[in-house]
């Protein structure tokens, strides 16, 4: 669903208006660690101050878990911009971080490689 403000924001032809850098108030690195698998969700908590619009959009797509690519991909921007705008919103406390889950097997385990091999074989 399409929010109706966002018209407002984004042009067909050029494209988004406000400039990233804009977004960010000029800052390009974030306060908090980030990657782009980190997973990201509100902790319900409301900003005590007015954020701007982009961290309202940002902190709308935190209600469950969503990595740093997936909310950068969903709001049109680039992802260090992403991360200035989610390091404002762990600075005042409205969305968690936690690392990425690491995968239980080695991925350069040989065996483990043959098998997804096999399996993609199988299937053409």
């Not at 101050?49 to 940002?58: E, F, K, N, R």
């Not at 992802?79 to 936690?98: E, F, M, P």
Request: hydrophobic share 40%.
């Amino acid at each position: 669903m399409s929010d109706p403000e966002e018209g407002l924001w984004l042009d067909d032809a050029a494209g988004r208006l406000v400039r990233p850098y804009t977004v960010s108030n000029g800052r390009t690195r974030p306060t908090a660690d980030f990657n782009l698998l980190t997973m990201v969700r509100s902790t319900g908590a409301k900003p005590q101050s007015y954020l701007g619009p982009d961290h309202a959009q940002v902190l709308s797509l935190c209600d469950g878990p969503m990595t740093v690519a997936e909310i950068a991909a969903h709001v049109r921007l680039p992802a260090v911009v992403t991360k200035v705008l989610l390091s404002d919103l762990v600075d005042c406390g409205a969305v968690t971080t936690r690392a990425p889950m690491q995968m239980g097997a080695d991925p350069t385990d040989r065996e483990l490689l043959e098998a997804v091999l096999h399996g993609l074989r199988k299937r053409l």
